[in-house]
């Protein structure tokens, strides 16, 4: 199966540590998004990628949060200086570009103690 | 401000009648819409979509209706299965490839 993939699944870290997450999308889609999920709601978007190019940033992205996708495959997403209101599922998404439909990883799972 | 809106956290349905889901849209720019269904402790899975130009789509057990003019749409499934039972989110973009706004969810639950 080559759908999307995220490492780690789960993470837990201490508040003011850095943490850095890894997407690697379905082979061959150019463009692949992250978005941040909290308990009882739904996905927020937070940064998107056409291939290397980052094409738009939300604004919920503060200056902790940075993403690469260096090569235009896998791509990372690093927190610097974790806080408690960074817990949440960090979804990964990607799409051929082609369509609107977006295929997602199983998330990775913050918590900051 | 919530520009997609699932105002009904919670629904239950019998095992083989049909479940109605709802989502409601605030932004006018919106042109492709869809539905995600999502199991605990997975990502979301892409079910069905539809593009403004359309006011229904059908995919098999799922039928997506769009209202453009008040701005809603809904997801009908049937017969409703107990393997449906998962949260339903919708989620809208516009123009090819940008973002998702998704809602709130609404956490389906089939009885046997």
């Known amino acids: 199966d080559t759908g999307v993939s995220q490492d780690p699944r789960h993470k837990i870290t201490k508040r003011g540590q850095n943490v850095t997450f890894r997407c690697d999308p379905i082979s061959e889609h150019n463009r692949l998004y992250w978005y941040r999920q909290t308990l009882g709601q739904g996905p927020e978007f937070l940064t998107y990628?056409?291939?290397?190019?980052?094409?738009?940033k939300s604004r919920l992205l503060s200056d902790r949060f940075s993403a690469e996708r260096p090569k235009g495959s896998f791509s990372t997403l690093e927190i610097q200086r974790t806080e408690q209101g960074d817990s949440a599922m960090y979804l990964c998404?990607?799409?051929?570009?082609?369509?609107?439909?977006?295929?997602f990883g199983p998330g990775t799972r913050l918590t900051v103690t | 401000d919530q520009q997609v809106k699932q105002n009904s956290p919670s629904l239950s349905v019998q095992e083989g009648r049909i479940s109605i889901l709802n989502c409601d849209y605030t932004n006018s720019m919106f042109d492709y819409f869809l539905w995600y269904k999502k199991y605990p402790a997975e990502g979301p899975t892409f079910l069905i979509s539809?593009?403004?130009?359309?006011d229904k789509n059908e995919d098999g057990r799922f039928t997506v209706f769009l209202n453009k003019s008040a701005k809603h749409l809904s997801l009908h499934i049937v017969p409703s299965q107990p393997g449906d039972s998962a949260v339903y989110f919708c989620a809208a973009s516009y123009n090819a490839g940008n973002m998702l706004t998704f809602g709130g969810g609404t956490r389906l639950m089939v009885k046997p």
């Open positions: 998404a990607s799409s051929s570009g082609t369509g609107d439909e977006q295929y």
């Open positions: 539809i593009s403004s130009i359309k």
């Open positions: 990628f056409q291939n290397e190019a980052q094409l738009e």
